[in-house]
């Protein structure tokens, strides 16, 4: 069965500091893969996708995110994080007409 | 552009009752639209999904249905609401030759 893992529930790092939300997905051929964001009491926020080409893939908000095929990840990476960015992140792969997602990561952002 | 409605934002319920919850998309034809449920704040269960007018799949066998009675609206209902249906609510839609989804805005439901 299609999976996406996203290990850690919660990842907590300082205003300033690099980011890193990790991500893993089980092998079926070429993964098509996602990143979402999600704010309190909202809907979801499309932020990247990878489909082929580079494996740095850049997004909104200054957000980027890694392919590696080896290691069957995506993570999802900022050079520097804001308070903002606090919220609930989704890693989510490609299905055939549906995602599967991942169980969210909740980033918190320190001042 | 495009973009997604749903309503109504919030919902308080009494067990037992009926629902129905609607979602349009604008700016679009001939989307897949999906009905999520997602519960304490964390994971997203996909409930149906739909890639056209009256062509709905089922992922959870429960007391929920969908319709889609025209091609960009996309209705969740059901006939008398239990306490474990409380949750929010999340539509999205898909280009059919693009992977994302864009969710909309959601809706609150709370069963009573």
């Known amino acids: 069965a299609q999976s996406v893992a996203q290990p850690e529930d919660q990842v907590n790092v300082a205003e300033g500091n690099p980011l890193t939300v990790k991500c893993t997905y089980s092998?079926?051929?070429?993964?098509?893969l996602f990143w979402y964001v999600q704010y309190p009491n909202r809907g979801l926020q499309f932020l990247l996708k990878y489909i082929t080409g580079d494996n740095l893939v850049k997004g909104s908000y200054g957000f980027e995110a890694e392919f590696n095929k080896s290691q069957t990840s995506f993570h999802l990476k900022k050079p520097s994080a804001l308070v903002s960015d606090s919220a609930l992140y989704f890693c989510?792969?490609?299905?055939?007409?549906?995602?599967?997602f991942g169980g969210g990561t909740r980033l918190m952002v320190k001042p | 552009s495009q973009t997604i409605h749903q309503w109504p934002a919030t919902l308080v319920q009494p067990v037992g009752s009926p629902l129905s919850l609607e979602c349009t998309v604008e700016g679009t034809s001939n989307p897949n639209l999906y009905w999520y449920r997602q519960a304490a704040g964390r994971g997203l269960q996909l409930l149906f999904y739909s890639v056209g007018i009256g062509q709905i799949s089922s992922e959870v066998p429960q007391n929920l249905s969908a319709s889609r009675p025209q091609d960009r609206q996309f209705i969740l209902s059901s006939k008398k609401l239990l306490l474990s249906d409380s949750g929010f609510y999340l539509c999205?839609?898909?280009?059919?030759?693009?992977?994302?989804?864009?969710f909309g805005p959601g809706t609150r439901l709370t069963v009573t």
């Open positions: 092998v079926s051929g070429n993964p098509y």
């Open positions: 999205a839609w898909q280009e059919r030759d693009r992977y994302e989804q864009y």
């Open positions: 989510a792969k490609d299905a055939g007409n549906m995602l599967t």
